[in-house]
């Protein structure tokens, strides 16, 4: 079985600052990983994900993640964050082969501050 | 595209009501799922579909029935509706041939009052 912890349940940042976002999974078997956006009020989006090849990944909106299968991390990176970027960030892993059990994180409440 | 289609946006119910949540795909995807979000707490798996006919339970199944009866709609029935079902209720669907990526609805604000 697969877990996904993202060790941050909010983070406050001020307006162009870099930000990381912290997600660490757990799993014997290969898996694909994601990051997901949640706007207030709305379902969640495709940010990026890791299927294979390039460890790193970039997503939309200028987000990208690292795929560290030794320390069996996928942290979200963005180097200057906007207020528009204030949401929920929701980190995501699914075993390969298993295309329907996917197991999402607590999420991540990123607060931009100007 | 339409996506994942969800409906109603929003409603109130009283305990002991039921009703029907509705989601409706277009994109062709075997696999769909219902999940519940609550404050702090994620996304709960309520019941999934590997495809028409066939569905199974999630992580928090009770009080919930689910039905798969084509490959597009995949409605979620609240029975006798309690309080601890207040959440917000989105719908999903996946296929591995579109990258594995797993597409939600908008999502339905439901309060049991």
């Known amino acids: 079985a697969q877990s996904v912890t993202q060790l941050d349940s909010q983070v406050p940042v001020f307006e162009e600052a870099p930000v990381e976002l912290r997600c660490n999974y757990s799993?014997?078997?290969?898996?694909?990983l994601f990051w997901y956006v949640q706007y207030p009020n709305q379902g969640l989006q495709l940010l990026l994900k890791?299927?294979?090849?390039?460890?790193l990944v970039k997503g939309i909106n200028g987000f990208e993640a690292e795929f560290n299968k030794s320390q069996t991390s996928f942290h979200l990176r963005k180097p200057s964050v906007h207020i528009s970027d204030t949401a929920e960030y929701f980190c995501a892993v699914t075993a390969e082969g298993q295309g329907f059990s996917f197991i999402f994180g607590k999420g991540t409440r990123l607060l931009v501050k100007p | 595209n339409a996506g994942v289609t969800q409906t109603p946006k929003f409603r109130i119910l009283k305990i002991g009501q039921s009703m029907t949540l509705q989601c409706t795909q277009d994109?062709?995807?075997?696999?769909m799922y219902w999940y519940r979000q609550d404050p702090g707490m994620g996304l709960k798996l309520i019941y999934y579909s590997v495809g028409a006919g066939i569905t199974d339970k999630g992580e928090v199944p009770n009080g919930y029935n689910v039905s798969r009866s084509t490959t597009e709609d995949f409605p979620l029935r609240l029975e006798l509706a309690a309080p601890s079902q207040t959440s917000v209720y989105f719908c999903?669907?996946?296929?591995?041939?579109?990258?594995?990526?797993?597409?939600f609805g908008e999502g339905s604000w439901l309060t049991v009052v």
């Open positions: 999903a669907s996946s296929w591995p041939g579109s990258g594995n990526t797993i597409y």
């Open positions: 890791y299927l294979s090849g390039s460890t």
């Open positions: 799993s014997s078997v290969s898996v694909y």
């Open positions: 994109m062709n995807h075997n696999y």
